[in-house]
């Protein structure tokens, strides 16, 4: 199957009417960002990696049979995932064990993936979109 696996990360989350909101309410913003996009924010997402979808297959089929693997392939099953900060450890640890087995490539990507964890960590209001995009 051609096509290819894009991960996206969040780079700014602005509101519509930013200028409408007085400075004591711009604190609030980051608490009501889990809320959805029901108050008018819009989030900028950025690319971090991009991978052929079969060699993103063949990278995620590296990886333990367990809860990691399984959401890294819903990526083939929905078209999409998102990446929170509920995932980080999880994934990070599957990534971590499955070194050995990864190619050079794999190797890279994982560590731009590892790099994406690291930053939702420290930020964890910052997510990942990860997307199949068919040719």
């Known amino acids: 199957m051609s096509g290819k696996v894009v991960f996206y990360a969040l780079s700014r989350k602005f509101l519509e009417r930013e200028s409408d909101m007085p400075e004591t309410a711009r604190q609030v913003i980051y608490q009501t960002l889990a809320l959805g996009h029901h108050i008018g924010v819009i989030d900028c997402l950025k690319t971090v990696l991009e991978c052929p979808l079969d060699g993103y297959e063949a990278w995620i089929g590296r990886l333990a049979e367990g809860d990691a693997r399984s959401k890294l392939q819903g990526v083939g099953t929905f078209g999409e995932i998102m990446i929170d900060s509920t995932h980080t450890h999880m994934l990070a640890l599957a990534l971590d064990r499955a070194q050995a087995d990864f190619s050079e490539q794999e190797k890279q990507?994982?560590?731009?993936?590892?790099?994406?964890?690291?930053?939702?960590?420290?930020?964890?209001?910052?997510?990942?979109?990860?997307?199949r995009r068919d040719n």
């Open 109 to 131: 990507w994982a560590a731009q993936l590892m790099a994406s964890l690291s930053a939702i960590e420290l930020e964890p209001a910052m997510y990942l979109m990860v997307r």
